[in-house]
């Protein structure tokens, strides 16, 4: 257990809904990262957060996705209209130094 | 051309054999290199980190890096059917972490 909680574990949807994650970083760490990971591929970078602030964002970041890391503590990832191509793993990390801990993730299928 | 590139498998080795795993890269900014394991429907967890041109070694783990040939390697010494999963390279330039594609391995009886 490396510390980073992300919920739910597991998320099925109909094309169209919207659906949010949640991660809780360890909590000495001010960096968060999101990554979305497809089958037989690498973790893909989404956006990063330094604290409350969102530094930088991915192209794979389409207008549907939106991420908020209020009081710079727990993120959320937001989907809106998911889309078949939307269904991936979804990874949230905190960083320490130059290593990142990552959670185990959230399992999104879109049917 | 992927910024990070590596063989993504799968790889099946009888127990007790020596494993290499290896990626390339082509961006020269990258200065952190590490190594993460991932099992299946697991996230990755960090196996080694090394910044320099050389070796780095962790019980049964070795990590190379040679900066000059933008090639890295993680070899896996006595290997046990608990190492089947897959690893991933990833490298570290300015605020993120780019990772190749993972070699999914397997370790037989």
């Known amino acids: 257990d490396t510390g980073v909680s992300q919920d739910p574990r597991h998320k099925i949807t109909k094309r169209g809904q919207n659906v949010t994650f949640r991660c809780d970083p360890i909590?000495?760490?001010?960096?968060l990262y999101w990554y979305r990971q497809t089958l037989g591929q690498g973790p893909e970078f989404l956006t990063y957060f330094q604290n409350e602030a969102q530094l930088e964002k991915s192209r794979l970041l389409s207008d549907r996705f939106s991420a908020e890391r209020p009081k710079g503590s727990f993120s959320t990832l937001e989907i809106q209209r998911t889309e078949q191509g939307d269904s991936a793993m979804y990874l949230c990390?905190?960083?320490?130094?130059?290593?990142?801990?990552f959670g185990s993730g959230t399992q999104l299928s879109v049917l | 051309q992927k910024e990070v590139e590596q063989d993504p498998g799968p790889l099946s080795v009888p127990e007790g054999a020596i494993v290499s795993l290896n990626c390339t890269y082509s961006n020269s900014a990258f200065q952190y290199f590490m190594w993460y394991r991932q099992y299946s429907r697991k996230g990755p967890e960090l196996l080694m980190y090394?910044?320099?041109?050389g070796n780095k070694e962790d019980g049964r783990f070795t990590a190379q890096v040679d900066k000059s040939s933008k090639y890295i390697s993680l070899f896996i010494r006595d290997s046990q059917p608990s190492d089947s999963a897959t690893y991933l390279c990833?490298?570290?330039?300015?605020?993120?972490?780019?990772f190749g594609t993972g070699t999914r391995l397997q370790v037989t009886l």
């Open positions: 090394t910044y320099s041109s």
């Open positions: 990833a490298m570290i330039s300015a605020s993120k972490l780019t």
């Open positions: 909590s000495e760490h001010n960096r």
């Open positions: 990390a905190s960083r320490q130094g130059e290593k990142l801990f």
